[in-house]
């Protein structure tokens, strides 16, 4: 078969040929080339040692010179050649106490993950295919280059990328592979949230992640990276509005939510505090009195534990905390209150939320609320009404010279009381009917 290289890869594997070594493009990107995808990065594995990489081409950058990886800079485009290696001892389960450069493409492709990411391609050699990949990727399976076992006691978060591989291509795992996941899942312990937290955000960004969750759940790995997600698993909502356990119910918001990051992550959490607020009345009903707000702090917490950047600890907390505000023709100021908290820019992650919430829950559904605050919503936005304190035709520094008051607490409750009548009345959002509001408030 041929595969179509960008002129900037097969110019630098024919540049290491006419040196002496042998160079290939390698892994993810050969897999998605034969599957008609749009590979996102070209790497490249060659005979050639690292300083003979750096002697070779004019710009390089020594990236993983330890690991044999040398970036190459073509026309300010980078790209990472590797050299021929096999690995050494993993005691860690997460990465080579060291490696040892081979000159045989076949040595370095065995040492790979699954048979799909283990084939290698240039125009002179065509693809090398020695363990099957091929074949998987017709038969659309993930599948361990040799001994699975052996695979993940080297690096314990392949089985994470075997689940997450399988999810995104929507190919079953092969079961021998899957059985090694169930039986080495504590392995997954040993690495970094950082490394979990990249993997997670893959699969939630995915066409259907929740069949990777499901999977997770089953190979016991959901139990040691998210156990607040564990405790929903079979836990009978015992309430009429709701016709799955808490687990599926929660897998079905998320795949009926928009591929956003901090809005998969909202869908993933909003119930997360529902097995720690569960009461059952005298009726034999369940209910889940603030879990929103109880969720809310469970969700930060795990957050910051995956090392998720601020912004989206914030956005998602937001969305978690009003996941729950579905009211029934509310006032304009409760609405413009509910865009202050929630921050208009969120608001349309909110409204999908709460969309694929009810979607997700015991039919009938409607969605008549959600759809008069979202045209409320968009009026005030168009409309520009004042919403927050920064939106106030007045600032501390205007109250404290007008009327001559000393920085301190009374300017933040003045101005606070000054938005309350703004919101109620948009008209009084002008300096001078302000200023004389103030003088009444601070006498």
Not at 1 to 12: A, E, Q, R, T
Not at 238 to 253: A, E, G, Q, Y
Not at 369 to 374: C, D, L, N
């Amino acid at each position: 078969m041929i595969i179509n290289l960008p002129h900037k890869v097969d110019f630098i594997i024919n540049k290491l040929y006419e040196n002496g070594f042998e160079a290939f493009a390698v892994g993810g990107c050969v897999r998605d080339s034969i599957l008609n995808k749009m590979p996102g990065d070209w790497d490249m594995t060659t005979s050639a040692l690292p300083e003979n990489i750096i002697s070779i081409f004019d710009k390089t950058i020594p990236t993983g010179m330890k690991h044999g990886t040398i970036t190459v800079i073509i026309d300010k485009e980078s790209f990472e050649v590797t050299t021929y290696r096999i690995d050494g001892d993993y005691k860690d389960n997460r990465r080579p106490d060291q490696v040892e450069f081979v000159t045989s493409i076949k040595e370095d492709l065995s040492r790979r993950d699954f048979t799909i990411n283990a084939m290698a391609y240039n125009h002179k050699e065509g693809l090398l295919d020695f363990f099957n990949g091929k074949e998987d990727l017709q038969n659309r399976v993930i599948k361990c280059v040799g001994d699975a076992n052996i695979r993940f006691k080297e690096d314990a978060l392949r089985m994470l990328r075997a689940i997450r591989f399988s999810t995104q291509l929507e190919f079953s795992i092969e079961e021998e592979t899957f059985k090694a996941i169930a039986n080495n899942s504590h392995l997954i312990k040993a690495i970094s949230q950082e490394r979990i937290r990249e993997e997670l955000t893959k699969i939630l960004l995915s066409e259907k992640p929740s069949y990777a969750f499901i999977n997770l759940e089953k190979s016991g790995i959901l139990k040691h990276i998210l156990p607040e997600i564990q405790k929903m698993v079979g836990f009978d909502q015992r309430n009429p509005h709701h016709d799955k356990d808490i687990f599926m119910h929660t897998l079905s918001v998320v795949d009926n939510t928009p591929k956003d990051k901090s809005l998969r992550l909202a869908a993933l959490f909003h119930d997360i505090a529902k097995p720690v607020t569960f009461s059952v009345d005298n009726k034999g009903i369940g209910h889940f009195y603030g879990h929103d707000k109880t969720g809310t702090e469970i969700t930060e917490k795990v957050l910051k534990r995956l090392t998720f950047d601020n912004k989206t600890i914030d956005i998602v907390s937001r969305l978690v905390k009003d996941h729950m505000v579905m009211f029934n023709k509310p006032k304009d100021i409760t609405i413009k209150k509910l865009i202050n908290r929630v921050g208009k820019e969120n608001m349309p992650l909110l409204f999908a939320l709460q969309r694929a919430d009810i979607k997700s829950s015991a039919p009938p559904f409607s969605f008549t609320p959600i759809e008069y605050v979202e045209q409320k919503v968009n009026i005030i936005l168009e409309h520009k009404e004042p919403i927050s304190l920064k939106d106030l035709n007045i600032t501390g520094e205007d109250l404290i010279r007008e009327l001559n008051l000393k920085p301190g607490k009374i300017i933040g409750e003045i101005l606070n009381k000054l938005l309350e009548k703004v919101l109620k009345d948009p008209s009084l959002n002008h300096y001078d009917k302000l200023i004389i509001l103030a003088k009444k408030e601070a006498s």
